[in-house]
């Protein structure tokens, strides 16, 4: 591991002395401002704000009633940018959400009226509910951030960041989204029901009316942060330990589709970010360990015979987490 700490001393040099002890100090600000509204571990508000310094996108799968919306409005209010929430239905239309060009009768000339997708921070609810063609609008954003209406292509107002939630247990009248839809999704959050304690607080929380959620970051800090993440050093022992963890996936027997070199540049762009809200200018082995569960889970198929057996993809991760170590000099 000396070489990895000799890295660290060379990164310090390099990364704004200030941007740790900002990034820490702006993780506790939003974890404490969502709490308000949300009851549930530091680690989905972490996952939030990691996806927001990375420029990604989060989906949320969750069975109704565990505050999937609730998390993502508190999220957004944390940060001093436009919100928009779009509820996904059967018959919308591509247009419902990028918007469409409309006559002005009075010089007779076309204006673009912009639809929701035009906001930083973008609340898809039920995404798995909308038909291919409204899905394929929502995806062009989300990979180019930009939309395209009748050949004219107008660019997302940065930061720009999806957060789609669907329902699992429910499959009438959906369509499900396809890989390389998913593969888009830098995290995917898997949310389940609130421990007992969880849950007693979320009653007394809820009994009352809830404070409002005041904003934490703005639009220059967060940008200034994302440049800093760049800058956050990773040895070449945790690349490979990346490679060797992402190969194993595409190599397990429970696996008919393993996760790309997308998922490994995913999980090397957030162990960066993720170290930078530790207060740390390096990245370490746990920072991969805890994130590898929410990037490469989406991005794996199983065989039949694993379907049929029970397995998930969340429990080949674990069995790949475990098999594969770290190892260094």
Same mark, same amino acid.
């Given at each position: 591991?000396?070489?990895?700490?000799?890295?660290?001393?060379?990164?310090?040099?390099?990364?704004? +002395?200030?941007?740790?002890?900002?990034?820490?100090?702006? =993780?506790?600000?939003?974890?404490?401002?969502?709490?308000?509204?949300?009851?549930?571990?530091?680690?989905?508000?972490?996952?939030?704000?990691?996806?927001?310094?990375?420029?990604?996108?989060?989906?949320?799968?969750? +069975?109704?009633?565990?505050?999937?919306?609730?998390? +993502?409005?508190? /999220?957004?209010?944390?940060?001093?940018?436009? /919100?928009?929430?779009?509820? &996904?239905?059967?018959?919308?239309?591509?247009?419902?959400?990028?918007?469409?060009? @409309? !006559?002005?009768?009075?010089?007779?000339?076309?204006?673009?009226?912009?639809?929701?997708? /035009?906001?930083?921070?973008?609340?898809?609810?039920?995404?798995?509910?909308? *038909?291919?063609?409204?899905?394929?609008?929502?995806? %062009?954003?989300?990979?180019?951030?930009?939309?395209?209406?009748?050949?004219?292509?107008?660019?997302?107002?940065?930061? &720009?960041?999806?957060?789609?939630?669907?329902?699992?247990?429910?499959?009438?009248? @959906?369509?499900?989204?396809?890989?390389?839809?998913?593969?888009?999704?830098? /995290?995917?959050?898997?949310?389940?029901?609130?421990?007992?304690?969880?849950?007693?607080?979320? !009653?007394?929380?809820?009994?009352?009316?809830? *404070?409002?959620?005041?904003?934490? $970051?703005?639009?220059? =800090?967060?940008?200034?942060?994302?440049?800093?993440?760049?800058?956050?050093?990773?040895?070449?022992?945790?690349?490979?330990?990346?490679?060797?963890?992402?190969?194993?996936?595409?190599?397990?027997?429970?696996?008919?589709?393993?996760?790309?070199?997308?998922?490994?540049?995913? !999980?090397?762009?957030?162990?960066?970010?993720?170290?930078?809200?530790?207060?740390?200018?390096? @990245?370490?082995?746990?920072? $991969?360990?805890? !994130?590898?569960?929410? +990037?490469? %889970?989406?991005?794996?198929?199983?065989?039949?015979?694993?379907?049929?057996?029970?397995?998930?993809?969340?429990?080949?991760?674990? %069995? @790949?987490?475990? =098999?594969?170590?770290?190892?260094?000099?």
């Amino acid at each position: 591991m000396d070489e990895l700490h000799h890295g660290q001393k060379r990164t310090e040099q390099e990364i704004d +002395v200030n941007a740790t002890a900002d990034a820490a100090a702006l =993780r506790s600000d939003v974890f404490a401002e969502v709490s308000k509204a949300y009851i549930g571990e530091q680690h989905t508000a972490d996952v939030l704000l990691t996806a927001l310094l990375c420029g990604g996108h989060v989906l949320l799968e969750g +069975v109704p009633g565990i505050a999937k919306t609730t998390l +993502v409005k508190a /999220f957004a209010d944390t940060l001093d940018c436009q /919100f928009s929430r779009i509820q &996904f239905t059967p018959d919308l239309l591509p247009a419902d959400i990028t918007g469409t060009m @409309v !006559l002005n009768l009075k010089d007779n000339e076309f204006f673009l009226r912009k639809g929701p997708l /035009f906001a930083n921070i973008v609340l898809v609810d039920e995404v798995n509910r909308a *038909p291919a063609k409204t899905q394929s609008a929502l995806l %062009e954003s989300m990979q180019e951030a930009q939309i395209t209406i009748e050949r004219q292509t107008e660019k997302l107002p940065p930061p &720009f960041m999806v957060l789609a939630t669907q329902n699992p247990v429910e499959h009438e009248g @959906v369509y499900m989204l396809p890989e390389a839809q998913l593969d888009r999704f830098l /995290f995917k959050l898997q949310l389940g029901y609130p421990t007992h304690d969880d849950e007693r607080q979320l !009653l007394r929380t809820y009994s009352k009316a809830l *404070p409002s959620i005041t904003a934490v $970051i703005d639009t220059k =800090r967060l940008m200034r942060l994302r440049e800093q993440v760049q800058r956050v050093f990773a040895d070449d022992e945790l690349i490979d330990y990346i490679v060797r963890l992402v190969t194993e996936t595409r190599t397990h027997p429970r696996t008919r589709l393993g996760a790309s070199p997308r998922a490994s540049l995913a !999980l090397l762009r957030c162990s960066k970010a993720y170290a930078l809200l530790n207060g740390r200018s390096y @990245v370490n082995p746990d920072d $991969i360990r805890i !994130l590898a569960m929410s +990037v490469l %889970e989406h991005r794996l198929l199983l065989t039949p015979e694993a379907e049929l057996d029970g397995i998930t993809p969340s429990s080949v991760i674990t %069995e @790949v987490l475990s =098999r594969v170590p770290f190892t260094s000099a």
